[in-house]
Protein backbone atom coordinates (compact mmCIF):
# COMPACT_ATOMS: atom_id res chain seq x y z
CA UNK A 1 0.00 0.00 0.00
CA UNK A 2 1.72 3.24 -1.13
CA UNK A 3 -0.89 5.72 0.26
CA UNK A 4 0.77 7.57 3.58
CA UNK A 5 -1.00 7.38 6.89
CA UNK A 6 -0.48 9.33 10.29
CA UNK A 7 -1.38 5.53 12.31
CA UNK A 8 -1.49 1.91 11.43
CA UNK A 9 -4.73 0.20 13.57
CA UNK A 10 -3.03 -3.30 13.79
CA UNK A 11 -6.40 -5.84 14.93
CA UNK A 12 -10.33 -4.43 14.66
CA UNK A 13 -11.65 -5.23 18.15
CA UNK A 14 -13.12 -3.66 20.74
CA UNK A 15 -10.42 -1.69 21.06
CA UNK A 16 -8.86 -1.31 18.10
CA UNK A 17 -11.73 -0.67 15.86
CA UNK A 18 -13.05 2.12 18.22
CA UNK A 19 -9.11 4.01 18.05
CA UNK A 20 -9.33 3.37 14.35
CA UNK A 21 -12.76 5.16 14.05
CA UNK A 22 -12.14 7.53 16.54
CA UNK A 23 -9.00 9.01 15.28
CA UNK A 24 -10.61 8.77 11.19
CA UNK A 25 -13.64 10.80 12.59
CA UNK A 26 -11.18 13.10 13.73
CA UNK A 27 -9.47 13.79 10.41
CA UNK A 28 -6.67 11.50 10.75
CA UNK A 29 -5.73 9.22 7.83
CA UNK A 30 -5.57 5.68 9.08
CA UNK A 31 -5.02 2.11 7.95
CA UNK A 32 -7.03 -0.92 9.79
CA UNK A 33 -5.05 -4.26 9.33
CA UNK A 34 -7.52 -6.95 9.89
CA UNK A 35 -6.22 -10.65 9.61
CA UNK A 36 -9.62 -12.23 8.95
CA UNK A 37 -12.41 -11.02 6.17
CA UNK A 38 -15.43 -9.41 6.57
CA UNK A 39 -17.80 -12.34 5.48
CA UNK A 40 -21.30 -11.22 7.53
CA UNK A 41 -23.64 -14.36 7.77
CA UNK A 42 -26.63 -15.15 9.47
CA UNK A 43 -24.41 -15.99 12.80
CA UNK A 44 -22.82 -13.10 13.19
CA UNK A 45 -26.27 -10.87 13.12
CA UNK A 46 -28.78 -12.88 14.72
CA UNK A 47 -28.28 -12.00 18.02
CA UNK A 48 -29.37 -15.66 19.35
CA UNK A 49 -27.20 -17.53 17.11
CA UNK A 50 -23.84 -16.47 19.01
CA UNK A 51 -23.08 -19.62 19.97
CA UNK A 52 -23.37 -20.66 15.67
CA UNK A 53 -21.26 -17.39 15.15
CA UNK A 54 -18.34 -18.78 17.62
CA UNK A 55 -17.82 -22.12 15.13
CA UNK A 56 -18.54 -20.41 11.80
CA UNK A 57 -15.75 -20.65 9.27
CA UNK A 58 -16.20 -17.80 8.24
CA UNK A 59 -15.35 -15.91 11.59
CA UNK A 60 -14.11 -18.13 13.69
CA UNK A 61 -10.37 -18.66 14.90
CA UNK A 62 -9.65 -21.50 17.49
CA UNK A 63 -6.88 -21.92 19.69
CA UNK A 64 -6.39 -24.65 21.43
CA UNK A 65 -5.47 -23.83 25.29
CA UNK A 66 -3.53 -25.37 28.66
CA UNK A 67 -5.63 -24.64 31.99
CA UNK A 68 -2.60 -27.19 33.75
CA UNK A 69 0.84 -27.62 32.55
CA UNK A 70 0.29 -31.53 34.45
CA UNK A 71 -1.20 -33.95 32.06
CA UNK A 72 -3.07 -35.56 34.47
CA UNK A 73 -4.80 -32.95 35.32
CA UNK A 74 -5.45 -31.35 32.49
CA UNK A 75 -7.01 -34.53 30.77
CA UNK A 76 -9.53 -34.71 33.25
CA UNK A 77 -11.19 -32.68 31.88
CA UNK A 78 -13.74 -33.87 29.08
CA UNK A 79 -13.28 -31.23 26.50
CA UNK A 80 -9.64 -31.30 26.40
CA UNK A 81 -9.39 -32.43 22.80
CA UNK A 82 -5.65 -34.48 22.86
CA UNK A 83 -4.27 -34.28 19.28
CA UNK A 84 -4.38 -30.77 20.07
CA UNK A 85 -3.20 -30.79 23.31
CA UNK A 86 -5.95 -28.13 24.85
CA UNK A 87 -9.41 -27.04 25.25
CA UNK A 88 -10.67 -24.85 22.30
CA UNK A 89 -10.68 -21.52 23.04
CA UNK A 90 -12.76 -19.27 20.41
CA UNK A 91 -11.46 -16.13 19.05
CA UNK A 92 -13.08 -14.18 15.99
CA UNK A 93 -10.48 -13.72 12.96
CA UNK A 94 -12.73 -11.12 10.97
CA UNK A 95 -13.96 -7.53 10.98
CA UNK A 96 -15.14 -6.35 14.42
CA UNK A 97 -12.95 -9.10 16.27
CA UNK A 98 -14.38 -10.94 19.04
CA UNK A 99 -17.58 -8.41 18.77
CA UNK A 100 -18.24 -10.51 16.09
CA UNK A 101 -19.25 -13.28 18.03
CA UNK A 102 -19.42 -12.07 21.50
CA UNK A 103 -23.03 -13.10 23.40
CA UNK A 104 -22.73 -9.16 22.94
CA UNK A 105 -23.66 -8.96 27.14
CA UNK A 106 -23.00 -4.93 27.78
CA UNK A 107 -22.37 -4.58 31.39
CA UNK A 108 -20.02 -1.89 33.16
CA UNK A 109 -17.55 -3.01 35.25
CA UNK A 110 -16.65 -2.06 39.34
CA UNK A 111 -15.62 1.48 39.57
CA UNK A 112 -12.51 -0.04 41.80
CA UNK A 113 -11.51 -1.50 38.72
CA UNK A 114 -10.46 1.83 37.23
CA UNK A 115 -9.20 3.59 40.41
CA UNK A 116 -6.72 0.59 40.80
CA UNK A 117 -5.00 1.41 37.83
CA UNK A 118 -5.01 4.91 39.03
CA UNK A 119 -3.40 3.85 41.91
CA UNK A 120 -1.08 1.49 40.25
CA UNK A 121 -0.20 4.38 37.60
CA UNK A 122 -0.18 7.51 39.48
CA UNK A 123 -2.28 9.09 36.67
CA UNK A 124 -5.64 10.26 38.24
CA UNK A 125 -7.52 10.07 34.61
CA UNK A 126 -8.01 6.46 35.02
CA UNK A 127 -10.02 7.12 38.05
CA UNK A 128 -14.01 5.72 37.97
CA UNK A 129 -15.26 9.20 37.78
CA UNK A 130 -13.27 10.37 35.28
CA UNK A 131 -13.90 7.02 33.38
CA UNK A 132 -17.29 7.03 32.96
CA UNK A 133 -17.50 10.17 30.56
CA UNK A 134 -15.80 7.10 27.79
CA UNK A 135 -19.24 4.74 28.36
CA UNK A 136 -21.15 7.83 27.84
CA UNK A 137 -19.64 9.10 25.01
CA UNK A 138 -19.66 5.41 23.16
CA UNK A 139 -23.23 4.38 24.67
CA UNK A 140 -26.93 4.92 22.58
CA UNK A 141 -28.89 3.51 25.16
CA UNK A 142 -32.39 2.56 23.74
CA UNK A 143 -33.61 0.32 27.00
CA UNK A 144 -34.57 3.61 29.06
CA UNK A 145 -36.52 5.97 26.89
CA UNK A 146 -37.96 7.44 29.98
CA UNK A 147 -34.28 8.49 31.22
CA UNK A 148 -33.08 9.88 27.89
CA UNK A 149 -35.99 11.98 27.74
CA UNK A 150 -34.80 13.01 31.58
CA UNK A 151 -31.22 13.40 30.51
CA UNK A 152 -32.49 15.60 27.32
CA UNK A 153 -34.39 17.85 29.81
CA UNK A 154 -30.70 18.34 31.64
CA UNK A 155 -31.35 15.56 34.57
CA UNK A 156 -28.98 11.84 34.12
CA UNK A 157 -28.95 10.46 37.26
CA UNK A 158 -28.09 7.02 35.58
CA UNK A 159 -25.51 8.64 33.50
CA UNK A 160 -25.89 6.37 30.87
CA UNK A 161 -24.90 7.98 27.04
CA UNK A 162 -27.92 8.21 25.14
CA UNK A 163 -25.95 9.36 21.66
CA UNK A 164 -22.95 7.12 21.39
CA UNK A 165 -22.19 5.10 18.70
CA UNK A 166 -23.07 1.63 20.20
CA UNK A 167 -26.47 0.68 21.27
CA UNK A 168 -27.91 -1.04 23.65
CA UNK A 169 -31.09 -2.84 24.22
CA UNK A 170 -32.54 -5.40 26.48
CA UNK A 171 -31.99 -9.16 26.66
CA UNK A 172 -35.15 -10.33 27.83
CA UNK A 173 -37.53 -11.25 24.52
CA UNK A 174 -41.03 -10.76 24.69
CA UNK A 175 -41.47 -14.19 23.52
CA UNK A 176 -40.57 -15.76 26.99
CA UNK A 177 -43.70 -14.45 28.13
CA UNK A 178 -45.76 -16.92 26.10
CA UNK A 179 -43.87 -19.97 28.16
CA UNK A 180 -45.81 -20.80 31.73
CA UNK A 181 -43.05 -22.87 32.63
CA UNK A 182 -40.30 -20.48 31.79
CA UNK A 183 -42.08 -17.35 33.70
CA UNK A 184 -42.81 -19.97 36.79
CA UNK A 185 -38.84 -20.82 36.78
CA UNK A 186 -37.48 -17.12 36.34
CA UNK A 187 -39.85 -16.37 39.23
CA UNK A 188 -38.91 -18.68 41.55
CA UNK A 189 -35.79 -18.41 40.94
CA UNK A 190 -35.54 -14.41 41.39
CA UNK A 191 -37.66 -14.73 44.67
CA UNK A 192 -34.46 -17.38 46.13
CA UNK A 193 -32.18 -14.68 44.57
CA UNK A 194 -33.88 -11.87 46.32
CA UNK A 195 -34.32 -13.91 49.61
CA UNK A 196 -30.83 -14.63 49.78
CA UNK A 197 -29.39 -10.68 49.84
CA UNK A 198 -29.26 -8.70 52.70
CA UNK A 199 -30.05 -5.32 51.01
CA UNK A 200 -32.18 -6.31 47.60
CA UNK A 201 -33.87 -2.74 47.44
CA UNK A 202 -31.95 0.24 47.36
CA UNK A 203 -33.47 4.04 47.64
CA UNK A 204 -36.91 4.84 45.66
CA UNK A 205 -35.58 6.57 42.75
CA UNK A 206 -32.70 4.02 41.65
CA UNK A 207 -35.79 1.25 41.78
CA UNK A 208 -38.34 3.18 40.12
CA UNK A 209 -35.66 4.66 37.22
CA UNK A 210 -32.85 2.13 37.22
CA UNK A 211 -34.03 -0.94 39.21
CA UNK A 212 -32.07 -4.49 37.24
CA UNK A 213 -30.05 -2.27 35.16
CA UNK A 214 -26.48 -2.65 35.94
CA UNK A 215 -24.94 -0.17 33.98
CA UNK A 216 -27.19 2.86 35.72
CA UNK A 217 -24.47 4.52 37.61
CA UNK A 218 -26.57 4.74 40.77
CA UNK A 219 -25.96 1.09 41.25
CA UNK A 220 -22.56 1.16 39.83
CA UNK A 221 -21.61 3.53 42.71
CA UNK A 222 -22.90 1.03 45.59
CA UNK A 223 -22.04 -1.75 43.73
CA UNK A 224 -25.28 -3.54 43.11
CA UNK A 225 -26.37 -7.05 44.32
CA UNK A 226 -28.96 -8.78 43.01
CA UNK A 227 -31.00 -9.42 40.02
CA UNK A 228 -30.77 -8.07 36.57
CA UNK A 229 -31.05 -8.13 32.92
CA UNK A 230 -27.94 -7.99 30.83
CA UNK A 231 -28.11 -4.98 28.37
CA UNK A 232 -26.95 -6.38 24.97
CA UNK A 233 -25.00 -4.56 22.32
CA UNK A 234 -28.06 -4.89 19.75
CA UNK A 235 -29.40 -2.42 16.78
CA UNK A 236 -33.01 -2.92 15.91
CA UNK A 237 -32.24 -6.52 17.71
CA UNK A 238 -29.02 -7.45 15.31
CA UNK A 239 -25.71 -7.68 16.53
CA UNK A 240 -23.59 -4.56 16.51
CA UNK A 241 -20.21 -3.63 17.22
CA UNK A 242 -17.04 -2.05 15.81
CA UNK A 243 -18.04 -3.30 12.53
CA UNK A 244 -20.67 -1.36 12.25
CA UNK A 245 -18.98 1.85 13.76
CA UNK A 246 -16.10 0.95 10.86
CA UNK A 247 -17.96 1.16 8.10
CA UNK A 248 -20.10 4.13 9.63
CA UNK A 249 -16.88 5.67 9.76
CA UNK A 250 -15.57 5.01 6.38
CA UNK A 251 -19.00 6.18 4.95
CA UNK A 252 -18.40 9.56 6.63
CA UNK A 253 -15.01 10.09 6.09
CA UNK A 254 -13.88 7.68 2.94
CA UNK A 255 -10.46 9.34 2.33
CA UNK A 256 -9.15 8.84 6.45
CA UNK A 257 -9.72 5.42 6.78
CA UNK A 258 -8.94 2.26 5.10
CA UNK A 259 -9.74 -1.29 6.32
CA UNK A 260 -7.68 -3.78 4.71
CA UNK A 261 -8.94 -7.64 5.70
CA UNK A 262 -6.62 -10.92 5.48
CA UNK A 263 -3.65 -8.90 6.33
CA UNK A 264 -2.10 -10.75 8.72
CA UNK A 265 0.78 -8.14 10.38
CA UNK A 266 3.97 -9.83 11.12
CA UNK A 267 6.21 -7.50 12.61
CA UNK A 268 6.10 -4.06 13.60
CA UNK A 269 9.19 -2.29 11.83
CA UNK A 270 11.52 -0.10 14.06
CA UNK A 271 14.05 2.73 13.03
CA UNK A 272 16.31 2.59 16.24
CA UNK A 273 13.61 2.13 19.08
CA UNK A 274 10.98 3.94 16.85
CA UNK A 275 7.81 2.30 15.49
CA UNK A 276 7.67 3.03 11.94
CA UNK A 277 5.68 0.96 10.48
CA UNK A 278 4.53 -3.16 10.15
CA UNK A 279 5.34 -5.86 8.04
CA UNK A 280 2.27 -7.80 7.19
CA UNK A 281 1.40 -10.72 4.90
CA UNK A 282 -1.95 -10.39 2.20
CA UNK A 283 -4.40 -13.27 1.79
CA UNK A 284 -7.14 -15.31 3.50
CA UNK A 285 -6.87 -17.93 5.79
CA UNK A 286 -3.45 -17.35 6.40
CA UNK A 287 -3.39 -18.25 10.54
CA UNK A 288 -2.83 -21.51 12.18
CA UNK A 289 -5.99 -20.86 13.98
CA UNK A 290 -8.31 -20.51 10.83
CA UNK A 291 -10.73 -23.61 10.27
CA UNK A 292 -9.29 -23.36 6.65
CA UNK A 293 -6.02 -22.67 7.70
CA UNK A 294 -2.75 -24.48 5.60
CA UNK A 295 0.69 -24.06 5.41
CA UNK A 296 0.56 -23.80 1.62
CA UNK A 297 -1.51 -21.15 1.27
CA UNK A 298 -0.01 -18.27 -0.34
CA UNK A 299 0.73 -14.87 0.58
CA UNK A 300 1.99 -11.83 -0.26
CA UNK A 301 4.69 -9.63 2.14
CA UNK A 302 4.06 -6.12 2.21
CA UNK A 303 5.41 -3.29 4.53
CA UNK A 304 3.68 -0.09 5.33
CA UNK A 305 4.71 2.97 7.09
CA UNK A 306 3.18 5.44 9.54
CA UNK A 307 3.63 8.98 9.86
CA UNK A 308 3.19 9.32 13.43
CA UNK A 309 2.32 5.83 15.32
CA UNK A 310 1.35 1.87 14.94
CA UNK A 311 -1.04 0.86 17.20
CA UNK A 312 -1.15 -3.22 18.29
CA UNK A 313 -4.91 -4.45 18.96
CA UNK A 314 -4.49 -8.01 18.13
CA UNK A 315 -5.95 -9.11 21.68
CA UNK A 316 -4.26 -11.08 24.44
CA UNK A 317 -2.39 -13.56 22.28
CA UNK A 318 -1.34 -12.17 19.37
CA UNK A 319 -0.64 -8.44 20.92
CA UNK A 320 2.02 -10.50 22.73
CA UNK A 321 2.85 -12.83 19.94
CA UNK A 322 3.56 -9.47 17.68
CA UNK A 323 6.06 -7.74 20.24
CA UNK A 324 7.95 -10.72 20.54
CA UNK A 325 8.14 -11.34 17.13
CA UNK A 326 9.44 -7.66 16.70
CA UNK A 327 11.74 -8.04 19.62
CA UNK A 328 9.90 -7.01 22.09
CA UNK A 329 9.76 -8.95 25.78
CA UNK A 330 11.59 -11.40 27.92
CA UNK A 331 15.27 -11.07 26.75
CA UNK A 332 16.11 -15.01 27.38
CA UNK A 333 13.71 -16.01 25.76
CA UNK A 334 13.59 -13.66 22.96
CA UNK A 335 17.84 -15.07 22.20
CA UNK A 336 16.47 -19.19 22.91
CA UNK A 337 14.46 -18.38 19.58
CA UNK A 338 17.07 -16.45 17.90
CA UNK A 339 15.17 -13.20 18.11
CA UNK A 340 17.19 -9.91 18.21
CA UNK A 341 16.24 -8.17 21.11
CA UNK A 342 14.60 -4.59 20.49
CA UNK A 343 13.68 -4.45 24.22
CA UNK A 344 14.01 -6.15 27.31
CA UNK A 345 10.19 -6.37 28.14
CA UNK A 346 9.65 -9.54 30.99
CA UNK A 347 6.12 -8.59 31.31
CA UNK A 348 5.15 -9.46 27.86
CA UNK A 349 3.16 -12.34 27.74
CA UNK A 350 2.98 -12.92 31.36
CA UNK A 351 0.42 -12.03 33.82
CA UNK A 352 -2.28 -13.98 31.62
CA UNK A 353 -5.81 -14.00 33.18
CA UNK A 354 -9.54 -15.19 32.78
CA UNK A 355 -12.49 -15.85 34.83
CA UNK A 356 -13.07 -18.71 35.60
CA UNK A 357 -16.65 -20.24 34.41
CA UNK A 358 -18.91 -23.59 35.33
CA UNK A 359 -21.98 -24.49 35.21
CA UNK A 360 -25.05 -26.15 36.66
CA UNK A 361 -26.94 -27.54 33.51
CA UNK A 362 -30.07 -29.95 33.99
CA UNK A 363 -32.34 -31.83 31.78
CA UNK A 364 -35.87 -30.70 32.62
CA UNK A 365 -39.09 -32.91 31.79
CA UNK A 366 -40.09 -31.82 29.09
CA UNK A 367 -38.87 -29.22 26.40
CA UNK A 368 -39.23 -25.42 26.57
CA UNK A 369 -42.11 -24.08 24.56
CA UNK A 370 -40.32 -20.95 24.14
CA UNK A 371 -38.22 -23.04 21.59
CA UNK A 372 -41.06 -24.95 19.34
CA UNK A 373 -39.45 -24.59 16.21
CA UNK A 374 -36.38 -23.60 17.22
CA UNK A 375 -33.38 -25.02 14.83
CA UNK A 376 -30.86 -21.97 14.85
CA UNK A 377 -30.62 -21.46 11.36
CA UNK A 378 -31.92 -19.27 8.50
CA UNK A 379 -35.02 -22.66 7.23
CA UNK A 380 -37.01 -21.70 10.11
CA UNK A 381 -40.04 -19.93 11.21
CA UNK A 382 -38.37 -18.15 13.47
CA UNK A 383 -35.81 -16.17 12.06
CA UNK A 384 -38.63 -15.84 9.50
CA UNK A 385 -39.98 -13.61 12.21
CA UNK A 386 -36.55 -12.05 12.96
CA UNK A 387 -36.25 -10.82 9.29
CA UNK A 388 -38.85 -9.88 9.24
CA UNK A 389 -39.67 -8.03 12.07
CA UNK A 390 -37.05 -7.87 14.87
CA UNK A 391 -39.22 -10.06 16.82
CA UNK A 392 -39.43 -13.24 18.93
CA UNK A 393 -36.87 -15.18 20.55
CA UNK A 394 -34.11 -14.70 18.56
CA UNK A 395 -33.74 -11.00 19.35
CA UNK A 396 -31.81 -12.31 22.71
CA UNK A 397 -28.65 -13.77 23.08
CA UNK A 398 -30.70 -16.52 25.54
CA UNK A 399 -29.90 -15.03 28.98
CA UNK A 400 -33.01 -14.93 31.08
CA UNK A 401 -32.16 -13.99 34.22
CA UNK A 402 -28.48 -12.46 35.74
CA UNK A 403 -27.61 -12.02 39.15
CA UNK A 404 -24.37 -10.53 40.81
CA UNK A 405 -23.48 -11.47 44.33
CA UNK A 406 -20.45 -11.96 46.31
CA UNK A 407 -19.02 -15.28 47.03
CA UNK A 408 -18.31 -14.40 50.64
CA UNK A 409 -18.54 -11.88 52.83
CA UNK A 410 -15.00 -10.84 52.48
CA UNK A 411 -15.35 -9.73 49.18
CA UNK A 412 -15.48 -6.16 48.72
CA UNK A 413 -17.20 -6.42 45.70
CA UNK A 414 -19.24 -9.05 44.10
CA UNK A 415 -17.73 -11.07 42.18
CA UNK A 416 -19.80 -13.55 40.99
CA UNK A 417 -22.45 -13.32 38.04
CA UNK A 418 -24.96 -16.26 37.03
CA UNK A 419 -27.53 -16.11 34.65
CA UNK A 420 -29.91 -18.35 33.18
CA UNK A 421 -29.62 -19.54 29.77
CA UNK A 422 -32.13 -22.07 27.67
CA UNK A 423 -29.93 -24.75 26.23
CA UNK A 424 -27.60 -27.15 26.89
CA UNK A 425 -23.54 -25.79 27.65
CA UNK A 426 -21.38 -27.56 29.05
CA UNK A 427 -17.96 -25.22 27.67
CA UNK A 428 -16.37 -24.74 24.94
CA UNK A 429 -15.10 -27.92 22.59
CA UNK A 430 -15.43 -28.82 18.63
CA UNK A 431 -19.10 -29.23 17.61
CA UNK A 432 -20.16 -27.31 21.61
CA UNK A 433 -22.87 -24.86 19.43
CA UNK A 434 -24.71 -27.33 18.32
CA UNK A 435 -26.00 -28.59 21.96
CA UNK A 436 -28.48 -25.93 21.93
CA UNK A 437 -29.94 -26.80 18.86
CA UNK A 438 -30.32 -30.54 19.20
CA UNK A 439 -31.51 -29.85 22.95
CA UNK A 440 -34.78 -27.99 23.89
CA UNK A 441 -35.07 -29.36 27.15
CA UNK A 442 -32.17 -27.90 29.36
CA UNK A 443 -31.89 -24.98 31.80
CA UNK A 444 -28.54 -24.06 32.18
CA UNK A 445 -26.98 -21.66 35.61
CA UNK A 446 -23.52 -20.17 33.79
CA UNK A 447 -21.51 -19.10 36.94
CA UNK A 448 -18.92 -16.45 36.12
CA UNK A 449 -15.80 -16.09 39.06
CA UNK A 450 -15.05 -12.05 38.36
CA UNK A 451 -11.49 -10.57 40.02
CA UNK A 452 -10.00 -13.62 40.28
CA UNK A 453 -6.29 -13.63 42.15
CA UNK A 454 -4.62 -15.94 39.63
CA UNK A 455 -2.16 -14.13 37.58
CA UNK A 456 -0.25 -17.01 36.85
CA UNK A 457 -0.77 -17.78 33.00
CA UNK A 458 1.37 -17.15 29.92
CA UNK A 459 1.58 -16.71 26.28
CA UNK A 460 4.95 -17.70 24.86
CA UNK A 461 6.30 -18.49 21.31
CA UNK A 462 5.96 -21.59 19.94
CA UNK A 463 7.85 -20.43 16.74
CA UNK A 464 9.30 -18.03 15.02
CA UNK A 465 6.44 -18.22 12.16
CA UNK A 466 3.88 -15.47 12.43
CA UNK A 467 1.53 -17.80 11.43
CA UNK A 468 1.83 -20.24 13.83
CA UNK A 469 -0.05 -20.18 17.60
CA UNK A 470 1.72 -19.26 20.41
CA UNK A 471 1.54 -21.55 23.53
CA UNK A 472 -1.09 -20.23 25.97
CA UNK A 473 -0.73 -21.39 29.30
CA UNK A 474 -3.62 -20.34 31.67
CA UNK A 475 -1.83 -22.15 35.10
CA UNK A 476 -5.36 -22.90 36.84
CA UNK A 477 -6.07 -22.85 40.31
CA UNK A 478 -2.75 -25.01 42.11
CA UNK A 479 -0.44 -24.14 39.44
CA UNK A 480 -1.55 -20.10 39.30
CA UNK A 481 -0.63 -17.57 42.27
CA UNK A 482 -3.90 -17.97 44.26
CA UNK A 483 -2.28 -19.45 46.95
CA UNK A 484 -5.13 -19.39 49.31
CA UNK A 485 -7.55 -20.59 47.09
CA UNK A 486 -10.04 -18.13 47.06
CA UNK A 487 -10.75 -18.71 43.92
CA UNK A 488 -11.53 -21.79 44.26
CA UNK A 489 -13.87 -21.15 46.78
CA UNK A 490 -15.63 -18.85 45.10
CA UNK A 491 -16.63 -21.05 42.19
CA UNK A 492 -17.73 -23.63 44.72
CA UNK A 493 -20.19 -20.92 46.29
CA UNK A 494 -21.70 -20.02 42.92
CA UNK A 495 -22.25 -23.66 42.55
CA UNK A 496 -24.12 -24.16 45.75
CA UNK A 497 -26.03 -21.25 45.13
CA UNK A 498 -27.14 -21.74 41.54
CA UNK A 499 -28.78 -25.71 43.24
CA UNK A 500 -30.30 -22.92 45.47
CA UNK A 501 -31.95 -20.96 42.39
CA UNK A 502 -33.00 -24.37 41.26
CA UNK A 503 -34.29 -26.15 44.94
CA UNK A 504 -37.90 -25.36 44.21
CA UNK A 505 -37.87 -26.65 40.55
CA UNK A 506 -37.69 -30.33 41.57
CA UNK A 507 -40.64 -31.01 39.56
CA UNK A 508 -39.81 -29.62 36.44
CA UNK A 509 -36.48 -30.76 36.59
CA UNK A 510 -35.89 -34.80 35.22
CA UNK A 511 -31.81 -35.08 36.52
CA UNK A 512 -29.38 -32.77 37.54
CA UNK A 513 -26.21 -33.28 34.20
CA UNK A 514 -23.49 -31.58 35.45
CA UNK A 515 -21.56 -31.54 38.53
CA UNK A 516 -24.68 -34.39 38.84
CA UNK A 517 -26.07 -36.35 41.74
CA UNK A 518 -22.73 -38.33 43.15
CA UNK A 519 -21.26 -34.72 43.44
CA UNK A 520 -22.44 -33.63 46.83
CA UNK A 521 -19.38 -32.39 49.41
CA UNK A 522 -17.91 -29.21 48.89
CA UNK A 523 -14.64 -31.43 48.16
CA UNK A 524 -16.66 -33.30 45.45
CA UNK A 525 -17.68 -29.53 44.19
CA UNK A 526 -13.55 -28.50 44.18
CA UNK A 527 -12.80 -31.42 42.11
CA UNK A 528 -15.84 -30.66 39.93
CA UNK A 529 -14.70 -26.92 39.37
CA UNK A 530 -11.00 -28.00 39.10
CA UNK A 531 -11.43 -30.59 36.33
CA UNK A 532 -14.17 -28.70 34.04
CA UNK A 533 -13.22 -24.59 34.71
CA UNK A 534 -12.71 -22.73 31.66
CA UNK A 535 -13.03 -18.98 30.61
CA UNK A 536 -13.32 -16.93 27.65
CA UNK A 537 -12.28 -13.34 29.03
CA UNK A 538 -8.16 -13.60 28.36
CA UNK A 539 -6.21 -10.51 29.46
CA UNK A 540 -3.62 -8.90 31.03
CA UNK A 541 -0.93 -9.43 28.81
CA UNK A 542 1.12 -6.44 28.59
CA UNK A 543 -0.11 -4.61 31.64
CA UNK A 544 -0.08 -0.94 32.36
CA UNK A 545 2.24 -0.85 35.19
CA UNK A 546 5.22 0.63 36.29
CA UNK A 547 8.36 -0.90 34.34
CA UNK A 548 9.79 -2.24 37.61
CA UNK A 549 6.67 -4.18 38.07
CA UNK A 550 6.79 -6.01 35.36
CA UNK A 551 4.73 -3.67 33.27
CA UNK A 552 4.87 -3.47 29.74
CA UNK A 553 2.72 -0.19 29.34
CA UNK A 554 2.73 3.30 30.81
CA UNK A 555 -0.26 5.21 32.05
CA UNK A 556 -0.93 6.41 27.89
CA UNK A 557 -0.96 3.09 26.48
CA UNK A 558 2.82 3.40 25.11
CA UNK A 559 5.31 0.63 25.24
CA UNK A 560 7.90 1.51 27.70
CA UNK A 561 11.68 1.55 25.64
CA UNK A 562 9.90 2.50 22.66
CA UNK A 563 8.83 5.52 20.36
CA UNK A 564 5.23 5.84 18.39
CA UNK A 565 4.10 2.09 19.86
CA UNK A 566 0.76 1.55 21.77
CA UNK A 567 -1.10 -1.41 22.75
CA UNK A 568 -4.82 -0.89 23.11
CA UNK A 569 -6.80 -4.12 23.89
CA UNK A 570 -7.53 -6.49 26.25
CA UNK A 571 -4.05 -7.59 26.95
CA UNK A 572 -3.35 -3.33 28.73
CA UNK A 573 -5.47 -4.47 32.49
CA UNK A 574 -3.37 -5.04 35.33
CA UNK A 575 -6.24 -7.07 36.43
CA UNK A 576 -8.62 -8.12 34.80
CA UNK A 577 -12.01 -6.06 35.49
CA UNK A 578 -15.34 -6.20 36.29
CA UNK A 579 -17.76 -9.28 34.91
CA UNK A 580 -17.67 -8.77 31.40
CA UNK A 581 -14.51 -7.81 29.65
CA UNK A 582 -15.93 -5.87 26.36
CA UNK A 583 -17.36 -3.20 27.82
CA UNK A 584 -14.15 -1.82 29.48
CA UNK A 585 -12.16 -2.43 26.22
CA UNK A 586 -14.23 -0.28 24.32
CA UNK A 587 -14.01 2.45 27.28
CA UNK A 588 -10.05 1.93 27.00
CA UNK A 589 -10.90 2.55 22.83
CA UNK A 590 -12.20 5.58 23.53
CA UNK A 591 -9.84 6.63 26.23
CA UNK A 592 -6.90 5.71 23.91
CA UNK A 593 -8.36 7.62 20.98
CA UNK A 594 -8.19 10.62 23.48
CA UNK A 595 -5.19 10.62 24.69
CA UNK A 596 -3.61 9.95 21.21
CA UNK A 597 -5.31 12.53 19.71
CA UNK A 598 -3.72 15.12 22.55
CA UNK A 599 -0.31 14.46 21.96
CA UNK A 600 -0.83 14.74 18.40
CA UNK A 601 -1.90 18.54 18.65
CA UNK A 602 1.70 18.79 20.84
CA UNK A 603 3.17 17.12 18.33
CA UNK A 604 4.36 17.78 14.72
CA UNK A 605 4.15 14.81 12.77
CA UNK A 606 7.47 13.77 11.32
CA UNK A 607 8.35 13.88 7.43
CA UNK A 608 6.75 10.50 5.93
CA UNK A 609 9.92 7.94 5.40
CA UNK A 610 10.45 6.28 2.61
CA UNK A 611 10.47 3.07 4.45
CA UNK A 612 7.73 0.54 3.49
CA UNK A 613 6.16 2.16 0.55
Known sequence: MSAEYDYIVVGSGAGGGTVAANLAGAGMRVLLLEAGGDAEPANYQVPCFHAFAAEDSALSWNYFVRHYADDAQQQRDVKFVAERDGILYPRAGTLGGCTAHNAMITIYPHNEDWDEIARITGDDSWRAENMRKYFRRMEACRYQPLQRLLSFLGWNPSRHGFRGWLSTEAAIPLATLGDAELIDVVGESALTAIASLKHPVGNLARDILGWGDPNDWRLVEEPFEGLCFTPLATRNHARTGTREFLRATQKAHPANLTVATNCLATAVLFEGTTASGVQYLQGSHLYEADAAYSPAKRATELTVSAKREVILSCGAFNTPQLLMLSGIGPADDLRQRGISVRVDLPGVGANLQDRYEVAVVNRMKQDWTVLLGADFDTADKIYAQWAASREGLYTSNGAVLGIAKRSSSKQRLPDLFMFAL??????????????????????????????????????????????????????????????????????????????????????????????????????????????????????????????????????????????NLRVVDASVFPKIPGFFIVTPVYMIGEKASEVILADAKRTKAPESSSRGR
Open 422 to 563: LGKFCGYYPGFSRQLAEHHDYLTWAILKAHTRNTGGRVTLRSTDPRAMPAIDFHYFDEGTDSEAEDLDAVVAGVKFARELQGSLGDAIAEEDLPGASIVSDDDIRGFVKDNAWGHHASCTCKISPRSDGGVLDSSFRVYGTE
